[in-house]
């Protein structure tokens, strides 16, 4: 490289700087992955029956996402252009592979409930969308942090859309009763708690269609205090 | 010199080493955590056996458990003798009998096939895997049997891949359930249980299969029928 160059490079940015820290908030809210760009929405709906399971997925994306980002990013000036998506394709199958079998050793009944999803990282589109939008063309640093910020964005949204559905759809919270059993006493023939006056779990809110009637809510409520969101036609 | 990144020996050469390169991570990985996963594998298996006599377990207290219960096992050849000097990996909790479903190189008249006994309450019970295909992939299971060598006390399934919500149902509790009290044998005569479409799984025999699950639910018949008919040979002899 010549002096030249040297000179012309812009001033060297603190770590944390305006721009950085955006990199992070703004997939969180404004340019949230799922409710903006509506992107892996799949997963979303698949894997948020229960906010366990929903909570390992959010793991293993954001594994996935920070190392596949870094990895993209510093490999970035070395991809041959005409091949990149294959090479960006083969970086998250690699790293969805590695997730799985580290799932398999050390948390093999997460591996179980999780199952066929694991696999389905690859074809979440926020992943690819990231390397092809971001990691390709910017440093490693401020592409983890971006890595971070979607794959956070990511996580929220599918643990909330948990949450709300293993609340109505099951009375359970990381499958502990909140509002008593529901299953009668084998002796006493008794409900407990809630079930006991009559209430009763709703049982739609397992079905996948009412998690993305959750995620429409969250956009609902997203677009109608920031304006801003709202697209004109 | 400048590499021309757009050449396509640059291509080949870049598509070499990354194909290379992640070769070897992830076998190195793969081999690296082969005995943990297979260690889970074991104590699952454990686990399964335990659920198909109705006793809960987790990983923790699996193999105690699985100690407790399980007083004998011993592996039958295919016309229903006990095959006796196995080696190691061919004694009946060993044995990867989906494996020898799937090798192709193994005849069928060659298939070994695993029986645990366990003692529940004070009876009998005989633990029998199942081995089969699903829609996807492969489907398993155990059935448990009563010392009246026909009738079914108990039954657990699973799947590697079946579709959630539909074929993987198998493995819920109202499907297994419905195993309970179905018999293998009649009068010392193997019978088959039937997987109905038509809602007239109570009756004898017939097992309510799974809506939108017809393949799996049908994989699930063949199996339980295929193997029990070969285990029917060693309970008939007894």
Do not use: C, H
């Given at each position: 490289m010549s002096d030249n160059a040297e000179n012309v490079k812009a001033p060297k940015e603190s770590l944390f700087s305006k721009k950085n820290k955006k990199l992070i908030t703004e997939p969180l809210g404004d340019n949230n992955p799922i409710t903006i760009q509506v992107l892996g929405i799949c997963s979303a709906l698949a894997i948020t029956v229960q906010v366990e399971q929903a909570f390992w997925m959010s793991v293993s994306v954001i594994f996935v996402m920070i190392f596949g980002n870094l990895i993209i990013s510093l490999l970035r000036n070395l991809i041959p252009s005409r091949v990149r998506i294959i090479v960006q394709l083969v970086v998250v199958a690699s790293l969805v592979i590695i997730v799985n079998e580290l799932l398999q050793a050390f948390v093999p009944d997460v591996s179980e409930k999780l199952s066929v999803f694991v696999g389905l990282i690859i074809t979440n589109c926020i992943i690819m969308g990231r390397f092809e939008a971001f990691a390709m063309s910017n440093k490693p640093f401020p592409s983890i942090l971006d890595a971070i910020g979607n794959a956070l964005g990511y996580a929220?949204?599918?643990?909330?859309?948990?949450?709300?559905?293993?609340?109505?759809?099951?009375?359970?919270?990381?499958?502990?009763?909140?509002?008593?059993?529901?299953?009668?006493?084998?002796?006493?023939?008794?409900?407990?708690?809630?079930?006991?006056?009559?209430?009763?779990?709703?049982?739609?809110?397992?079905?996948?269609?009412?998690?993305?009637?959750?995620?429409?809510?969250?956009?609902?409520v997203q677009r109608s205090k920031n304006k801003e969101l709202v697209e004109e036609h | 010199m400048a590499i021309n990144k757009d050449s396509n020996g640059y291509t080949f050469g870049f598509s070499i080493v990354l194909v290379i390169v992640v070769g070897v991570v992830l076998s190195s990985l793969a081999i690296g955590l082969k005995p943990r996963i297979k260690a889970n594998e074991a104590v699952k298996k454990k686990m399964d056996i335990l659920a198909a006599i109705g006793v809960e377990s987790s990983r923790k207290n699996g193999e105690k458990l699985y100690a407790e219960y399980v007083t004998d096992s011993y592996v039958i050849s295919a016309e229903g003798e006990v095959v006796e000097n196995l080696p190691e990996e061919k004694t009946a909790i060993k044995l990867d009998i989906q494996n020898q479903f799937r090798d192709k190189k193994i005849a069928k008249q060659d298939r070994l096939y695993p029986v645990f006994e366990a003692e529940l309450d004070g009876n009998k019970v005989f633990v029998l895997p199942v081995v089969g295909k699903g829609l996807w992939g492969p489907i398993w299971g155990y059935l448990a049997l009563a010392d009246d060598y026909q009738t079914i006390v108990g039954a657990s399934f699973d799947h590697k891949g079946e579709t959630p919500g539909l074929g993987a149902e198998i493995k819920q509790s109202f499907f297994e359930k419905q195993f309970k009290n179905e018999k293998i044998s009649k009068g010392g005569e193997f019978v088959e249980i039937q997987v109905v479409q038509n809602g007239t799984g109570t009756e004898d025999q017939k097992v309510d299969g799974i809506t939108g699950g017809t393949i799996t639910s049908k994989g699930v018949e063949e199996m339980v029928n295929r193997t029990m008919k070969v285990y029917q040979k060693y309970f008939s002899k007894k």
């Open positions: 929220w949204i599918l643990i909330v859309v948990a949450l709300a559905r293993e609340v109505f759809g099951s009375g359970k919270i990381w499958g502990f009763e909140i509002f008593g059993s529901n299953i009668p006493d084998e002796e006493t023939g008794q409900m407990t708690g809630l079930y006991e006056l009559g209430y009763m779990n709703n049982n739609m809110m397992i079905l996948p269609p009412m998690a993305l009637i959750v995620v429409g809510i969250i956009i609902w | -």
